[in-house]
């Protein structure tokens, strides 16, 4: 599964209505591109097809700005993840527009992956290979779950994308946004729900990573929640709880590391790999690794991610969860060596001096590289993210989109809101692993509250916070946790941002709206 190929087929870029691989190798017009209608014969191909629909997930499709980039651009807009790089300095200060750069990468994945899957869908449909029929419809099953995997990834930024379920045919193939977001989440709930029933438990050897039964369910579950579908959602969290055999690491950090890829409560992850395909890294070290790493030691990048401070000390001294979601220590060099001959080591530390800047947070140059009470940070890295020691162009980590702390957090929740089941089971679960005591004898409010905190703690660095946190927020209403978020983060370091509506939902692209009239803007942007 790590060595993915590229099936140039007619990729939908919404934005601009074109075919993805319409090139021409001379002036004869010899095409040096796929015809997908005689491509398909058989499962072989159509295995090769549905290839190409994960490979959006990493860095499959070239894209430097790709999939994953974009979501943790698009979570600056909180403010607990900070960057000086243009992109996230302008979302930190609440500065976007629908011509960003940024909505339009990410949009542009999106349809031409969803554009991919409705072609595999389609030609599943007409392929003629009986001795692997089987394998045809588990085929169609993962093309299934990652249309509604990719619908998703929309509904949570923009709310009310366009809906199309057949492949592109021609420039005038338009698809409409009528219906908003109730309809693309019931196009969600069907595909999810008809993937969940053809596609495998688990997998082993070169297919460990494919869509599973369990990730099918897990989405579906997560769309309920965005639909307010409690008894549903609950209904679905309590199947994959009671059935799966999925339970927690008893250390968290096993969810990152190399050596538990697609594996355990990992349910579902984008595939990286350098060492199989040279084109399948991933580029988080790039952005997230410590500015002062040395380079002599592998360190490589632009650093341009971290948290604040004031996030990092927001978790309590004993979580458990601190060693695998922050870099607590590395070698610096930005100090002297030691007497030694070595980067000296540096330590996170509260009382180290932080500020917004570039280098704000760092060890100060001029300490004493013998002293360890000298040598101490405060700006919060990602050891979820981040891989020490290697370039950026050679990393090995997965990204992890789907785990079992989705399925129990998203059981507490509907089980509160519905008020039906036992909201503190699930919860607890995680802060038990936390080494945090259990939740009990809490009010529907004030445990809705606990399960925003426990969220914004289990997933920080994962870019699930910003959708879930406008997706239980009002502007101006209660409760209103997305503002809340920015409000702190504007008041603890003066940054002057003032919550504004738009803040809640992403523009869809301006190029999308103009070349799109059946396309309305999300009324926010309007």
């Known amino acids: 599964m790590k060595n993915f190929i590229f099936n140039n087929t007619k990729s939908l870029l919404v934005s601009a209505i074109m075919l993805s691989a319409t090139g021409c190798s001379d002036l004869k017009e010899n095409p040096d591109f796929i015809n997908p209608i005689t491509f398909y014969q058989s499962a072989k191909e159509l295995e090769l097809g549905v290839n190409a629909v994960y490979?959006?997930?990493?860095?499959?499709?070239?894209?430097?700005?790709?999939?994953?980039?974009?979501?943790?651009?698009?979570?600056?807009?909180?403010?607990?993840?900070?960057?000086?790089?243009?992109?996230?300095?302008?979302?930190?200060?609440?500065?976007?527009?629908?011509?960003?750069?940024?909505?339009?990468?990410?949009?542009?994945?999106?349809?031409r992956s969803i554009d991919r899957a409705n072609n595999i869908i389609?030609?599943?449909?007409?392929?003629?290979?009986?001795?692997?029929?089987?394998?045809?419809?588990?085929?169609?099953?993962?093309?299934?779950?990652?249309?509604?995997?990719?619908?998703?990834?929309?509904?949570?930024?923009?709310?009310?994308?366009?809906?199309?379920?057949?492949?592109?045919?021609?420039?005038?193939?338009?698809?409409?946004?009528?219906?908003?977001?109730?309809?693309?989440?019931?196009?969600?709930?069907?595909?999810?729900?008809?993937?969940?029933?053809?596609?495998?438990?688990?997998?082993?050897?070169?297919?460990?990573g494919r869509a599973t039964k369990w990730a099918a369910k897990t989405l579906l579950m997560k769309a309920q929640l965005w639909g307010q579908k409690w008894a549903e959602a609950k209904a679905t969290s309590e199947d994959i709880i009671n059935n799966s055999g999925l339970s927690l690491y008893a250390d968290f950090g096993n969810n990152f590391d190399l050596a538990h890829k697609n594996q355990g409560e990992r349910i579902f992850e984008g595939q990286a790999s350098a060492k199989v395909n040279s084109s399948e890294y991933t580029n988080n070290s790039a952005h997230f690794n410590p500015e002062d790493y040395p380079s002599d030691l592998g360190g490589a990048g632009w650093s341009w991610l971290s948290a604040t401070k004031d996030?990092?000390?927001?978790?309590?001294?004993?979580?458990?969860?601190?060693?695998?979601?922050?870099?607590?220590?590395?070698?610096?060099?930005?100090?002297?060596?030691?007497?030694?001959?070595?980067?000296?080591?540096?330590?996170?530390?509260?009382?180290?001096?932080?500020?917004?800047?570039?280098?704000?947070?760092?060890?100060?140059?001029?300490?004493?590289?013998?002293?360890?009470?000298?040598?101490?940070?405060?700006?919060?890295?990602?050891?979820?993210?981040?891989?020490?020691?290697?370039?950026?162009?050679?990393?090995?980590?997965?990204?992890?989109?789907?785990?079992?702390?989705?399925?129990?957090?998203?059981?507490?929740?509907?089980?509160?809101?519905?008020?039906?089941?036992?909201?503190?089971?699930?919860?607890?679960?995680?802060?038990?692993?936390?080494?945090?005591?259990?939740?009990?004898?809490?009010?529907?409010?004030?445990?809705?509250?606990?399960?925003?905190?426990?969220?914004?703690h289990e997933f920080a660095f994962e870019q699930v916070?910003?959708?879930?946190?406008?997706?239980?927020?009002?502007?101006?209403?209660n409760p209103d946790y997305l503002g809340a978020y920015i409000k702190r983060y504007s008041d603890t370091y003066k940054v002057g941002r003032t919550v504004k509506a738009k803040d809640y939902v992403?523009?869809?692209p301006l190029i999308e709206i103009q070349g799109n009239p059946k396309v309305k803007q999300n009324p926010e942007w309007q």
């Open 506 to 508: 992403l523009p869809i």
């Open 465 to 477: 916070g910003y959708p879930e946190l406008r997706r239980k927020s009002k502007f101006g209403g």
């Open 122 to 208: 389609e030609t599943a449909d007409k392929i003629q290979d009986p001795a692997n029929a089987d394998k045809v419809k588990r085929i169609k099953a993962e093309a299934q779950f990652l249309r509604g995997f990719y619908y998703y990834e929309l509904v949570r930024y923009f709310d009310n994308p366009p809906l199309k379920i057949t492949s592109t045919q021609s420039y005038n193939d338009l698809p409409s946004n009528e219906g908003g977001k109730q309809k693309v989440l019931e196009q969600i709930y069907a595909d999810c729900t008809a993937a969940a029933s053809a596609l495998p438990a688990s997998y082993t050897g070169a297919d460990a």
């Open 311 to 456: 996030f990092r000390m927001s978790y309590k001294s004993n979580d458990k969860r601190i060693d695998a979601t922050f870099i607590e220590s590395y070698p610096t060099g930005r100090t002297a060596k030691n007497s030694k001959g070595e980067f000296p080591m540096v330590k996170w530390s509260e009382k180290a001096d932080y500020n917004l800047s570039r280098f704000g947070g760092l060890v100060d140059p001029n300490a004493n590289p013998n002293n360890p009470s000298e040598l101490i940070f405060s700006k919060a890295w990602s050891g979820k993210l981040v891989e020490l020691n290697t370039n950026w162009s050679t990393t090995e980590k997965n990204t992890i989109y789907l785990r079992f702390a989705d399925v129990l957090l998203g059981h507490s929740e509907a089980c509160n809101e519905s008020g039906q089941g036992d909201a503190f089971a699930s919860i607890n679960k995680l802060r038990e692993r936390a080494g945090l005591e259990p939740l009990k004898g809490l009010s529907q409010s004030a445990l809705r509250d606990a399960i925003i905190d426990e969220m914004m």
């Open 55 to 111: 490979d959006d997930l990493t860095m499959g499709n070239g894209d430097w700005f790709n999939h994953f980039y974009n979501r943790y651009v698009f979570e600056c807009l909180v403010g607990y993840q900070v960057g000086w790089e243009k992109g996230p300095l302008q979302y930190n200060l609440g500065n976007i527009s629908p011509s960003d750069d940024y909505i339009n990468a990410y949009w542009e994945q999106c349809y």
